[in-house]
């Protein structure tokens, strides 16, 4: 599948900026079963310097800096990514979850079994996670279980929460989105010994029938990607929708928590309050 995408983010100040540095998240990654087709950045104000590079963890970085006062800052992104994931192994065959733990301590794993300010690792997050994972269990046959109990726990509600909710609040009240969702998994699998990783992206969404699409109305997601040891590799799972990803998830980057890999942070100087407005489009190309 070939999916077109558009994310827009616009800031409006109170007061003037006279200088400006930001980070951007905003390019797919291009790895096995994506294929980043184009990219490409537009701002306004045109940045006085821009780089491109990668970060720790091999996700695509853009720096800006604007050096020249001003009063609102927009950046759109725009993307032609083609996507095919494999399927994962047959999940019998997976390692025991507790060899997979035991070997989970490489270069590849080592960023992804620890604690966060956002994933502390709690005793509530790993007992939930535990129950799909009794001894000897094949690390996928869990992983996959955990994922639709999760679905099937937890019901998807926004506005109840926001990006300082902590972990047991969403434990406590089974409700949030799927930003919440994959930090409680993340603690739950990182508790055992598992290492998981932070996702973000988009997945493809779709008018209710008889309705058109609105334009910009599709969000950013998240989602989880899980070790399933050395020799293969990592699966991801969505588990505000309860499936694996496959052909209607873009990936943009991953990191141990959202704020590793946030679309757009910086540093201001003035600027006092702001107005944002973010707007996103993921549309399969022959549908345009």
Known sequence: MIYWLRHRTAYGYA??????????HLKP?????????????????????????????????TR????????????????????????????GLTLPWEEVAAQAQGVETADFLHATPHIPLL????????????????VLEGLLELNRRMRQDFV??????????????????????????????????????????YVSGYVRTRPPPGQVRRRGADQSHAWVSAWLGPDQG??????????????????????????DISPLRGVLLGGGDHRLSVSVDLEPEMER
């Not at 291009?30 to 963890?57: I, N, Y």
């Not at 409700?175 to 409680?184: A, E, H, I, L």
């Open 15 to 24: 007061q003037t900026v006279d200088l400006a540095a930001h980070l951007l």
């Open 29 to 61: 990654r291009a790895l096995p079963g994506q294929r980043v087709l184009s990219a490409r950045l537009t701002c306004v104000p045109k940045p006085d310097h821009h780089t491109e590079t990668h970060d720790h963890f091999g996700n695509a970085a």
């Open 64 to 91: 800006l800096f604007l050096v020249a006062p001003h009063t609102g800052f927009e950046v759109t992104a725009e993307s032609l990514v083609e996507v095919d994931f494999a399927p994962p192994p047959e999940a």
């Open 123 to 138: 005793a509530e997050a790993t007992a939930y996670a535990r129950t799909s994972f009794p001894p000897g269990r094949p």
């Open 156 to 197: 998807f509600q926004a506005g109840v929460t926001s990006i300082t909710t902590p972990i047991s609040e969403v434990l406590r009240d089974r409700r949030g989105v799927c930003q919440d969702f994959t930090q409680v998994m993340l603690a739950g699998l990182r508790g055992l010994g598992l290492p998981a990783r």
């Open 234 to 259: 990592w699966v991801q799972l969505d588990p505000t929708n309860g499936i694996v990803v496959r052909d209607e998830h873009v990936i943009l980057a991953w990191g141990r928590d959202f704020s």
